[in-house]
């Protein structure tokens, strides 16, 4: 029995993970080359500079 778990066990492996593995790694680069990454969030130690009063 334990024989052919080890053996359906690695055809799964080699027939299922590794190519799914792989369409995951092209997904991700796919993703990274047209920007629908992780959207940046703004850094909160950066502050923008208080408006100045228009005197005319």
Do not use: C, F, Q
């Amino acid at each position: 029995m334990t024989i052919v778990a080890l053996i359906v066990s690695d055809v799964l492996y080699r027939w299922a993970e590794v190519p799914m593995i792989d369409v995951g790694r092209k997904v991700v680069t796919w993703r990274k080359a047209h920007g629908r990454g992780k959207p940046e969030l703004p850094n909160p130690t950066v502050r923008e500079p208080e408006p100045v009063l228009a005197s005319g």
